[in-house]
């Protein structure tokens, strides 16, 4: 069973910066397309980027676009998501979720995910 572990949160100050990554064990992460998403207090969950096996596709929410970059190393079976110029709306707690590679479209559909971490929090206030 894949199991994922989301690190790097925190308090940051708006404009600031974080990189968050998604380390994955019992399993290879090659096989895998992998999504973050978010969910801020008293919303609903919202897809904010992915990326695909071999890193030769990514998508990324509008709302985020330009601020967000998604990546990964399947050699360290991680994939990062680094967060700059941020914004007191991307508050939240950030989830990595893994579905097979050979799924296609629908990149934020929450069910096609088979394993997920438990969040990492991310605050932006000053």
């Known amino acids: 069973q894949l199991q994922l572990v989301e690190s790097g949160g925190g308090l940051v100050q708006p404009g600031g910066s974080l990189r968050l990554s998604c380390a994955a064990f019992?399993?290879?992460?090659?096989?895998?397309?992998i999504s973050w998403f978010r969910q801020a207090p008293g919303k609903e969950r919202e897809g904010v980027s992915y990326?695909?096996?071999?890193?030769?596709?990514?998508y990324t929410r509008d709302s985020v676009k330009g601020r967000v970059t998604i990546s990964r190393d399947n050699a360290k079976n991680t994939v990062y998501l680094q967060l700059n110029s941020l914004k007191p709306e991307d508050t939240g707690l950030y989830f990595c979720?893994?579905?097979?590679?050979?799924?296609?479209?629908?990149?934020?559909?929450?069910?096609?995910?088979?394993?997920w971490g438990q969040g990492t929090q991310v605050t932006v206030s000053s």
């Open positions: 979720a893994a579905r097979p590679r050979n799924f296609v479209g629908q990149y934020f559909n929450a069910a096609q995910y088979q394993s």
């Open positions: 019992g399993g290879t992460l090659d096989v895998y397309g």
């Open positions: 990326v695909s096996s071999r890193s030769n596709f990514t």
